[in-house]
């Protein structure tokens, strides 16, 4: 129990360590975080119009097809 | 339409040779960071100056360094995006900004954490600071550039010359503990004599200093994915809106 | 003299305008360019101008690139814009003395006749009436002459009256071996006119 | 030259004749410098004290508050783009209107200074070192504020945009204008810093109308 | 002229007033652009009593005297040495030998009142016994011996 406290005393300083590490954690966890969603929201986002994309290809194909 | 394939080439190229490595990068910052941590932490003995204090030194050095690497990056990219017009220079730089700009954030506020116990002070307006809180308001203004602009072919010239512009401060930062007398102390890694840090301290550092770099790969992946996809989903729109 | 452009396509904010026109015209001839609203007129003008890159295609000045050696073009064309390019604290003769100052023309007494501008010359443009500054923006291709005009809607907020005396503008000018690019909704009955119709041009493709 | 010459005319032609903006800007530096004694309270050892940082960041302001201005007039009424068309290189162009600019808009302030400073209770020693550095570091003002102006030129609102790019690229000239103050308040040598502003003011006047240049070439574009 | 004649005589002057601009930084790099002044310069430049400035430099060994909150030290750059009043807390590595930067004005008697005190570190970080046996083996050097 006294090395844990020891350890977060970090010799006086740990007011100022603990915090160190914890502000870069929380903002490095954070700027991964938005990163991820904003890539999954364009990702979803685009799923419906490459699709439609697909099917109108596949359209123009089989007219073309029948046509000839 | 040929404009559109040429768009398209390099960025696909570049979306196939990152998902290669995106896996191996994340893997890596885990690892580095894991490990990083455990020696920062445990490991590395206190300095004999300023005891426990130095292990702000793991966080904040390596968010320096970072920051200081992306700003030239993206002025790098800049100058390529402005010359050869090549499209994947301007997305690189602005999904590089927000990362820098969280990197040289945290290297503020870590510093003046360990300037107070220290040197007695959260903040002084000596050059080294100042330069650096210089280069944080630069990397907010190229972000609010991209948001100002409804063109993003505009937008991305607009950035570019912002970031060219700015680039001279990066010299400034790196050499305004020489050339001036600073309260912050000179540069103990990348000097000429080799680094004055004991190696049971160095050590932690490198890990550190390693991880921090690939972390910015891998988030730097992510977000170039997201531009790519974003400005394909535009497209997508557009061509929508002719039929 | 002759200018020609060479298969221009403009994309603006990711759409394409208009693709591969291409025209040639040579002294004492007009160049209409027709088209809907977005077709691209405007576009097109400014292009040749110079003030827009073009995503493909280039112009020729008497049979040269533009690109390559810009200086052949330089003050050999003038361009009469939508806005007046006039500040509105100084007077249409201040304005326009300013302007051929600033081109190296000096004609300014014989443009404000021609324009019919003498009598209104000394009163500052911000309270002269839509009409009058248009006048007084077209009398600097008289002020700064120049063998090529780029005109986007020169006959726009005129009356009957100022059209037909810039249609005589126009006419002497290309009589005088000019050249002028015109857009515009109004026809001006014109005969040695060549037609570009932007609209029919994206038909085609 | 008979273009650079014409258009620098033009528009002081164009501050003098619409006289409000110009008294406007100064009223604006006055009312902005003499808010501090009101706000710090009217010791004089502290008005003294703070007294170069006070003039310096008023003027920064004031300067600011025109710069948008700078090519946003002539972007909106057609005359960026027949300016654009002229023989001289759009980077003699842009210096012409950036000279326009700190002659009208900037270099009134510095006529004013001398009184404010007094009403400041700057010692005697500061305020010739004031003015000096003023006339070297201001042109620094309007050149890199062109290269905002030109940045944010036909945006609607381009202001908050224009101070956020400009401001932090300021702050060396304001760190090194205040600090050759304070030398010359302190009887330390004044002449290093006045060096360095007159530095930095050749430096930007090449590389800041480059980039001016091309956020404006971007504008018409 | 032409285009590319021209655009030689811009790059020209362009870089000739560059250098003329690098060559006016530099020239001022060598002077007092400065965060501190060391006690040299005080001597040097005679500062007058009652200016704010800071003063920089080395705690002077054996010199510092702790009395209540008033700390009483000596500033020296090993030339010159000027004595230091503060009252106040002193940061945690404000010691014997270590840098130190104090904001504050000199008085009549030339005593430096500092109305803040600011420690310097120097770029070295080793643990304490890498150091204990690194003066032990004599190839320690104090940063004062250094300058």
């Excluded at chain 1, 914890?22 to 700027?31: D, H, N, Q, T």
């Excluded at chain 2, 950035?159 to 503990?177: D, M, R, T, W, Y």
Aim: a neutral charge; proline letters at 5%.
């Amino acid at each position: 129990m006294t090395t844990l406290t020891e350890f977060l005393g970090m010799g006086g300083y740990g007011a100022f360590i603990w915090p160190s590490y914890g502000i870069s954690a929380v903002v490095l966890i954070l700027l991964v975080a938005f990163s991820l969603r904003r890539l999954h929201r364009i990702e979803a986002d685009l799923i419906p119009l490459e699709q439609n994309r697909k099917t109108r290809r596949q359209n123009k194909s089989t007219k073309e097809g029948a046509a000839s | 339409m040929a404009i559109d394939l040429h768009k398209f080439a390099n960025p696909a190229r570049f979306l196939r040779i990152t998902a290669v490595i995106f896996p191996w990068a994340a893997a890596l910052t885990l690892l580095l960071l894991g490990i990083g941590l455990y020696f920062a932490l445990f490991v590395s003995p206190e300095d004999y100056q300023q005891g426990n204090t130095v292990r702000i030194m793991f966080v904040h050095v390596p968010a320096a360094w970072m920051s200081m690497s992306v700003y030239s990056m993206m002025a790098i990219s800049a100058a390529v995006g402005l010359i050869w017009k090549h499209p994947v220079a301007d997305l690189s730089a602005k999904a590089a900004a927000p990362i820098g700009a969280c990197f040289t954030f945290l290297a503020l506020v870590t510093g003046s954490l360990w300037g107070q116990p220290m040197w007695g002070t959260f903040w002084v307006w000596d050059a080294r600071l100042t330069s650096m809180l210089i280069l944080f308001f630069l990397y907010l203004g190229y972000m609010a550039i991209w948001e100002s602009y409804d063109d993003p072919s505009k937008a991305a010239k607009a950035a570019a010359i912002l970031v060219l512009v700015g680039a001279i401060n990066v010299p400034v930062i790196k050499f305004s503990v020489d050339w001036w007398n600073t309260l912050h102390q000179p540069a103990s890694v990348a000097t000429m004599d080799g680094p004055k840090i004991h190696s049971s301290i160095l050590t932690p550092l490198l890990i550190m200093g390693t991880a921090y770099m690939s972390l910015f790969v891998t988030v730097f992946i992510i977000r170039v994915k997201a531009e790519i996809l974003n400005r394909r989903l535009r497209m997508m729109r557009l061509v929508q809106l002719e039929d | 003299m002759s200018l020609n452009a060479r298969h221009l396509s403009c994309i603006r904010q990711d759409r394409l305008i208009f693709k591969n026109i291409s025209f040639s015209l040579n002294s004492g001839e007009v160049l209409w360019i027709k088209g809907k609203n977005g077709a691209g007129k405007s576009s097109l003008l400014r292009i040749i101008a110079g003030l827009l890159k073009p995503i493909q295609g280039e112009i020729l000045w008497q049979g040269e690139n533009v690109k390559d050696d810009p200086d052949i073009f330089q003050n050999q064309f003038r361009y009469i814009a939508h806005q007046d390019a006039l500040k509105p604290a100084l007077t249409g003769t201040e304005n326009l003395r300013f302007w051929s100052q600033y081109f190296g023309t000096d004609n300014v007494p014989a443009a404000l006749k021609e324009f019919e501008l003498e009598r209104i010359a000394d009163v500052p443009t911000g309270i002269m009436s839509a009409g009058q500054k248009k006048r007084t923006n077209l009398a600097r291709l008289i002020a700064c002459p120049a063998p090529l005009w780029i005109l986007d809607e020169p006959v726009s907020s005129l009356d009957t009256h100022y059209i037909a005396l810039f249609r005589n503008q126009l006419v002497r000018h290309v009589k005088n071996g000019g050249m002028a690019v015109l857009a515009t909704h109004q026809d001006l009955e014109l005969d040695f006119i060549q037609m570009l119709d932007l609209d029919a041009e994206r038909g085609k493709s | 030259m008979g273009s650079f010459f014409s258009l620098l005319k033009r528009d002081i032609q164009l501050a003098v004749r619409q006289g409000s903006a110009f008294t406007m800007t100064l009223s604006f530096f006055v009312i902005a410098v003499t808010l501090f004694p009101l706000g710090v309270g009217p010791e004089l050892s502290i008005l003294a004290r703070i007294s170069p940082g006070v003039l310096w960041v008023g003027a920064l302001l004031a300067c600011l508050l025109t710069l948008d201005r700078m090519f946003q007039a002539d972007f909106e009424d057609g005359s960026l783009d027949q300016l654009m068309l002229g023989s001289m290189p759009l980077e003699i162009m842009v210096l012409a209107k950036i000279s326009a600019h700190w002659l009208t808009s900037v270099f009134p302030l510095i006529l004013i200074t001398p009184i404010l400073a007094l009403s400041l209770n700057m010692p005697g020693e500061g305020i010739g070192a004031m003015i000096l550095a003023l006339l070297l570091g201001s042109p620094v003002l309007s050149l890199i504020g062109a290269i905002g102006a030109a940045l944010t030129v036909g945006m609607r609102r381009g202001g908050v945009l224009l101070s956020l790019l400009v401001l932090p690229l300021y702050i060396p000239v304001l760190i090194f204008g205040v600090a050759a103050v304070e030398a010359a308040i302190a009887v330390l040598p004044v002449g290093p810093h006045l060096l360095l502003l007159s530095g930095l003011s050749l430096g930007a006047l090449v590389l800041c109308p480059l980039a001016a240049a091309a956020g404006l070439r971007l504008a018409v574009d | 002229m032409t285009r590319k004649r021209r655009r030689l005589y811009f790059v020209v002057a362009g870089m000739a007033v560059l250098g003329l601009a690098a060559t006016l930084v530099l020239m001022s790099f060598e002077d007092s652009l400065v965060f501190f002044h060391s006690p040299s310069d005080l001597v040097e430049k005679s500062i007058p009593a009652g200016r704010n400035f800071r003063l920089g430099g080395l705690v002077e060994e054996g010199s510092v005297i702790k009395d209540g909150v008033e700390v009483r030290f000596s500033v020296t750059d090993l030339a010159e040495t000027v004595p230091v009043v503060f009252r106040g807390l002193v940061p945690d590595l404000f010691r014997e030998g270590q840098g130190v930067v104090a904001e504050g004005q000199l008085n009549e008697q030339g005593v430096f009142i500092a109305s803040n005190v600011l420690a310097k570190h120097d770029e070295n970080y080793m643990p304490p016994e890498v150091a204990e046996s690194l003066k032990k083996a004599g190839k320690w050097q104090p940063k004062g011996e250094k300058q």
